[in-house]
């Protein structure tokens, strides 16, 4: 493959809410400043190299679709490289800094793990070269799912052999994340979990787990990788059950076995909505445990049951995800993740680019929302003001812990019947669909 | 209201599996042991007081349909008296020995909250002399949910003084239970949750709900009350989201609180289902974070996104609830409450003793099924065996801690590929059904 | 009651989209024209009766919270026409042209038919002097599912007695809504439905449900009222089943009986979104059926499984619904309904405009956008195209029914391996959300 | 391959509940006579070639987890033939009579159409003489859904091209499965449906679907194929809509077209979960719109929101859809067909017979439950007295069609408030859940 990859699509550049040029950002301008800092540090958008670069549009029900002209049909190491470069172009055109991969997407499987650590080595190393100084991994991750030997999970796998097998993958994925210069390393349990209970001995699979992660967190340290290692809820898909269900199961999980300060969350909207929760909901829930890193930036449809990874569109929606980036002081060393495919009909080159494209400026929309809701100041003033009782004296001792329940007794007798304002829903979201 | 309540019910026996007689047990034996332990240790059957005597058919879009010959229409302390008494004839001629109670289901409110703890402690009086030595309550429990003042919740409501009201309330109840000799006390977190994130401070209302957790179990302590304290978790309704979504939320806050020693869980199966969880799992969650404490043994329908109550009547479900709770030796000093109600157009009086005579034979049959499972042992011994390569020396090693990821690295590399035996789910499930 | 009912709310008018007036319209100008009919035209928007001035703020875990002034806490006659004149000053402030109404939300219940009749009257008599010339109904409905003998259904009740008095009630509101010169009529199907199969004769029970709608058709005949039957598909709630589960369902119903053309459809979104279908497609399933008749222009949570009957603030789906709409030619003699009620916490007498107002701007807003889509002319011409193929001798063959098997088999040997194009659904949503 | 396929599985026999053979059925004996007809009459179970001997194991996140001896690895001919032995030893050994099969399934792609229906023929010469003279299809069916081709439908695909290609495949598939003895063929609207309205016309494309199901029944007729026509409801997956969503939306189809006279419905259990509905009510709903033709047995996970395609163990629900059978006059030229298949963990060979035992034992406790039920009379005796008030002359007349609004008031009025008695829900599920 000698020349471009995408030779008919320019550098996308920003050119304002009136371009008709669907080839062209109108709302993400990188280098304008929002709310005292750059979009694209608010975002640190990242490309997702499988769903980018190794999405077929194979569905449980049909045969890949996309057919771009660079792929030769193989699996091989050259095939490998060549992807690897469409991929820089690709990033470069898209004018972003970040890409997220897995082990097995970007090198091939060899015979052994020795052999396939070797055709890693041979890619990465292209890899490192291609990112230049620029560019480097948001985050890297080991895939545990897809090979047989994992269909009953990695690290809660029943067998003893897989769990030592996942733990030499995610050591090299360690490794060669940090070789990488990336930012964070991402655990996606993909098939920790169950099918049924009545096969399952969940206690003793969470500890394999627990051990599994802390194991992890030691090599970490020991190779002198600082990123943050992140967790990513999922409720279910392929597994009937997957352990870290939503952002608060994790949460538990890491404090039973005194993970807690080793990794953070990476939420991911579609895997929010399927748990039951607004994504803002889990966004806020990882914030509010101080645990919230990253972002896997998507959507799924609100009346379909699975993970249907769509780029986001919905700028109501991604107007409440910047408020809580920006509560929670940005993101970085974590970003925006596309965790987010084309649709399988959508087989034309320039869909890889016009998805990323939407996606980059519904964040955009929302970030420039959300800065006008804060700049306003009216949604902030009125969350304070509605407990403004708990600024008082009887507030401090309450929140301090020195409120008894006799004290209590005592207040609620003196006060009598309380008042209780209108919670003015309706109001606040008038304000806030104001600002879209 | 002179003589009985229910004239034309007998006492409820046990007649066997083809008794015809719809106000007979066909499946609950008392006295009979199962497992080592009589049906009615294991079971701890308990009437719920405003289901079965509160209840009355209204439901958002209709009226009340249950006319009880013995209500006269108005909430005053004659009613409650009488209300009382019947409830204790229900239980005696049911043949069980717990009843759980929210303190104003009770008791008629008063103008303020001396008189309605004034209220209180009359009815109070009077079920303790009709509880006698034999029947005491599972659990009490007080309901910050009914009365307007509690709309944003109670703990957590923005108003502090609803907070101190709802703490005056707890603590009655608390000392109401404990003088009743209840075994437990709940808290459904009723309006603890929110509306919209727009209006809400998320993080400062679990920290105010940490407190009040917090100030309860010092106060149980102040009293010298043994029991033992339960939330009881609940994804959604009324409110949009419950901040005690599924047991892993509840433990989770319970961790982070610091309070994980003092409270255990409440599982309800129609909540765990509407978390998006089976009920076997949410029990499952419970006991493996050494949390389960109590059951409220209800159903939902499995098409339908709201709490239904339903007494439950699936054998299957049933019987793993039963292998949980054998597995955990057990619930006391918790037990079985009847978080159920008769259907809205269930409006004969015998229908109140059919559905209680239709849960128990339920359990009953699950505890039947459970302990053929337990007994055959194909069940246990097949989970055992999945798990063995584990009761090896390097499974010790993972197990405890010691094997890192270089050493397992090296073990991968030295075993190879690993063999991956078939999870053999329809086999298991062929097993467990045959056993129904 | 003297004077204004809303002394402190001026007159709703149009400021435009930078007033931060939250008692004006931003969105909706009644007067202004857009797509060549002005927007007051394209909407008749109608207040709902029951949701604004008879609802409570009650729930099934709580008592009501709204406490109106001009409420005196009866259900008198006199508190019925204070209420009446509350609505019409609503309605005037608001600046709408229709209401709706069920019979019993407007007029008590006497103790016979005979007197509850009279009671309407009553109010009707009153209703009907405060319309003036300019208000009147949209539709009227009757309320079939409030009372206790419609626990099993009104036509689809098991007992006869209850079929005819839901007949002599549906007569009597049909009547009444023809006397006010309402413009349609609703059967929304309450309790039409079940609660388990195992007690109920389904066909049996839609036989009756048949017979009943004829009987309703033949008597607007004999009355001489012109309006359209429109029956409201609800997919659940209260029964575990409604028998117009959806607007396909509705259709197949009618079209068994022989009722096609009689009836036309109320969609309603949160119903639509209960049923598993986007609102937009139920909308289209309306309008490609040819039965497009209302719309009931409400909201519900996309993680909720229950009616929450939210008004509108989602800017897309206003959109989707107004490009159905338009494509519709607009809905008259129907309109859009606020069948839309205040959060339960919101008690201020100003929320019940602001709610109004907001569901009144948002679907402004989505007329304005569906009308910079079709005068741009992307959207449509991008559907059109995609189609192209079948604007060809061969597709005109296929669509008048005359193309065979065999002509097909030898027309598909003839031209080998179809090409297939992007579907671009990034690139629609693109446009789209572009013009949100 | 030389010799037997399954050397270690014996002739599946019945043994009786006793036995804890896991290659025996405990209820299923075939010649048993239940309700008059033998049990194998009641069922005529099909074995699915796709499940059985297409399904790898893949998931969305994982490769194919089966490696069945007998499979090379390759999709040729020869591997076709040596598949299809499989299958009809595998159908002796269960002691079935009937498969099912889509064409692209048994015999391989060629390059043109032309050289893929020889490859079909071949196959299905081969077919024909393994069946010998008790075997046939119970249903055959064109695969539309896999290749690329018809990403956007086949008869709803927006290019002419795919739809006069799927008109061919058809027309083959019918072809052969007349050739085979089939007894039905299916239509399951693959990828009939869409993604996303903004991209399609969706009145349009049922405006195709409709002609090519007419071409359809057309081509039936004139090579004499007396098999009754079936389409398979789903409501989603593949696409976000399937145009034959559930059972209703398919008649409303069949009825607007005027294609009501020439299909029936075949039921899937897990489609109709999906669709929002148990079911026994899918079935119920097919059965009194006259439709009723086949059942897929198989069974959804209540908690996971795509198509899981199980065994069905739920004997309550087996009990239910028998209870419809029995109503049905059972389902011939119908049937059960297996549309389930293994998990993807269980890869042992023998796991594909005790999956199918297991859901024959099912099925046959769900006939032997629904017999105790009808010949213990209680519950039809009940339903039957619910609606006895119609069984009067007044009844008869509403029943007739000749009860006019103005009669049934006169009734209402002389009657007085109907009495309506309990629903009696608790009690008939207790009947109900006795008889299992």
Redesign the interface.
């Known amino acids: 493959w000698v020349g471009e990859f995408f030779p008919e699509i320019p550098k996308i550049k920003y050119e304002g ?1 009136n371009s008709k040029n ?1 080839l062209a950002f ?1 709302y993400y301008n990188a280098e304008e400043v929002i709310l005292g800092r750059k979009m694209k540090d608010w975002f640190r958008f990242s490309v997702a190299f499988w769903h980018t670069f190794r999405g077929t ?1 194979g ?7 996309k057919h771009w002209p660079w792929e030769d049909g193989t699996n091989s190491l050259a095939m490998a490289k060549r992807r690897m470069r469409a991929n820089f172009e690709f990033i470069d055109k898209l004018g972003v800094e970040f890409w997220c991969f897995h082990d097995r997407d970007i090198a091939p499987d060899g015979k ?3 052999e396939t650590n070797k055709n890693m080595d041979e890619i990465v190393a292209l890899a490192k070269e291609l990112q230049g100084s620029k560019i480097h991994p948001l985050w890297g991750t080991a895939q545990l ?8 999970g990695g690290a809660t ?9 996942a ?2 993958q ?3 994925a360690m490794e060669v994340t940090h070789y990488l210069g990336g930012e964070n390393y991402v655990f996606w349990g ?2 920790e979990g169950y ?10 699979e ?3 787990m627990a ?1 599994f992660l ?3 967190a ?2 970490k340290k020991k190779i002198g990788f600082n990123g943050t290692l992140l967790i990513e809820p999922k ?4 597994t ?2 997957q352990y870290d ?2 952002a ?2 994790a ?3 890491l ?2 076995y005194g993970l807690i300060d080793e990794f953070k969350l990476n939420i991911e909207c579609n895997h929010a ?6 994504c ?2 889990d966004l ?2 990882a ?3 101080g645990l919230l890193g990253n972002i896997d930036a998507n959507s799924g ?6 993970d249907t990874d769509e ?1 986001m ?4 929606e991604a107007t ?1 995800v910047m408020l809580t980036v920006v509560k929670n002081g940005g993101l970085a060393p974590g970003g925006f993740n596309f965790d987010a495919k ?7 080159v320039e ?1 890889l680019f ?2 990323h ?2 996606g980059m ?2 964040m955009a929309r929302g970030l420039r929302s959300a800065a006008k809701l804060i700049e306003g100041g009216t ?1 902030d003033n ?2 304070k003001k ?2 403004q ?2 600024d ?1 004296e ?2 401090a001792l ?2 301090a ?1 020195k ?4 004290y ?2 005592k ?3 003196e ?20 600002a ?1």
Do not use: C
């Open positions: 809410p669907h109108k549009g569905d449980p029900f049909g045969a890949p679709t052994t793990l020795e799912f897809h090979h047989p030997r994992y269909m009953h796998s029943p067998e003893v052999g897989v769990y030592a097998y733990a030499a995610v050591k090299k993909g098939r099918q049924t209970l009545l096969n399952t001995d969940m206690g003793r969470l500890d394999h051990r802390e194991a992890a030691n090599y409720p279910q898909e392929p009937k059950h269900w939503d608060a199961t949460a538990n999980f404090r039973k909505t399927l748990s039951g929760h607004s803002h909901h806020e829930t914030r509010i445990n449809d609100p009346q379909t049951g699975w780029f569109t919905d700028i109501a409440k084309l649709r399988r009909e959508s087989t034309d869909d016009i998805a494209i939407s400026d519904t949604l009125f969350v509605r407990y009782s708990f008082s009887i507030g309450i929140e812990g409120a008894d329940f006799e209590l007794e207040k609620a007798i006060w009598g019947e309380p008042k209780v304002p209108s919670g003015k829903q309706e109001f606040i979201e008038m304000i806030f669909h104001s879209l």
